[in-house]
């Protein structure tokens, strides 16, 4: 009887023991699935489509330099780009990317997931804006430009700045960037466009430094707003320069008159005479002091390698463009041909006043 009680008492043990273990691993399969779900539940609501707009459009948040994972949270909850800051707070925490997300000016899409979210911000993809500078235009048109671009900010420098040391094109911005920056940009894009095309020139031309180059490619940019003509401008220049021909440039003696303001007129015979002005062509031999404009890029290109032709002269022909000649006899006939449509064009509009 006695080895029977033990052995009652034996399996009573090893029973709860069962129980206990069946129990823990109950308990263990509940918190296991619970945070299964929560796991299910967390990574669905990150990847969720989040808030839509009305009209399908990016919403713009501005998120200020210095600002926190919870002022991020609330600015983007008060533009309407999440739901619950919290969830976004605890995001950016499970992925560790507090320290990661940058300042500036973003489109958010409509219905962009918390993911979505944070990576736009984490890869800091700001909305940018386009500064353009037109080619041709002086260094102090530039500067205006920059100075009335109210994304910008920030003084300039009041030294007055050299003229053919800016690349015309368009440069992207952040809101909020210098105008300092900005200008440095064009400077530094000019510089390396310059070293690269004259790495590269022509053999043989009648330009011997890169400063001379830009101050022809200066000559031919204001003489043509055609693209595909400043090839044969250029052809023209080079050409007379090579045969110790005057460039008798219009434009350069509208720089010395005006610093290549609008005149709003034609040249006078006055103005066509005057030796004083260090930047008439028609008096002077060889290049002007100085640019007279910030050339683009296609002029520089056209002064360092231009085609080879015979053109020595052009004029306009009437269609915005110009007729090129070879030979005097064919400039005048150019010429000619020329006048007959600004006499026919001064007639017509005579009549219709």
Not at 73 to 101: K, N, S
Not at 168 to 197: C, H, N, W
Not at 199 to 205: D, E, I, K, W
Request: hydrophobic share 40%.
């Amino acid at each position: 009887m006695a080895k029977g009680k033990k052995a009652g008492r034996g399996s009573a043990k090893s029973n709860g023991a069962v129980r206990l273990i069946a129990g823990s691993l109950i308990v263990m399969t509940m918190v296991v699935m619970a945070a299964a779900a929560v796991w299910w539940f967390a990574y669905n609501y990150y990847h969720a489509p989040g808030p839509f707009t009305e009209d399908g459009s990016p919403r713009t948040v501005i998120i200020e330099r210095g600002a926190s994972v919870s002022a991020i949270a609330d600015t983007l909850h008060a533009e309407g780009a999440i739901r619950d800051p919290r969830a976004f707070r605890a995001a950016a925490r499970a992925i560790d990317a507090e320290a990661r997300l940058k300042a500036g000016e973003y489109a958010v899409p409509s219905g962009a997931s918390l993911r979505s979210i944070l990576r736009l911000l984490m890869e800091g993809k700001s909305i940018l804006y386009p500064f353009t500078v037109p080619e041709g235009l002086t260094s102090a048109m530039v500067i205006r430009r920059l100075k009335e671009e109210p994304m910008l900010t920030g003084d300039l420098p009041d030294t007055p700045l050299s003229e053919g040391v800016l690349l015309p094109d368009t440069y992207m911005f952040e809101r909020g960037a210098t105008r300092e920056s900005v200008l440095k940009r064009m400077i530094a894009a000019q510089r390396d466009t310059l070293d690269e095309l004259w790495a590269s020139r022509q053999p043989g031309l009648p330009i011997v430094t890169p400063e001379e180059a830009v101050i022809l490619a200066s000559v031919v940019e204001k003489e043509t707003g055609i693209a595909h003509e400043r090839p044969q401008v250029a052809s023209v220049f080079v050409n007379r320069l090579r045969r110790g021909m005057r460039l008798e440039s219009d434009p350069t003696i509208i720089y010395g008159i005006s610093n290549g303001e609008p005149l709003g007129r034609g040249l006078r015979r006055s103005e066509l005479d005057n030796a004083q002005n260090l930047y008439n062509t028609y008096q002077h031999d060889g290049l002007p002091p100085t640019p007279i404009a910030n050339p683009g890029r296609a002029s520089l290109e056209a002064v360092l390698d231009p085609p080879v032709t015979d053109y020595i002269f052009f004029v306009a022909d009437g269609t915005g463009g110009h007729a090129f000649a070879a030979t005097y006899d064919e400039h005048l006939r150019n010429v000619q041909a020329w006048r007959r449509i600004e006499a026919e064009a001064a007639a017509a509009a005579g009549a219709g006043q």
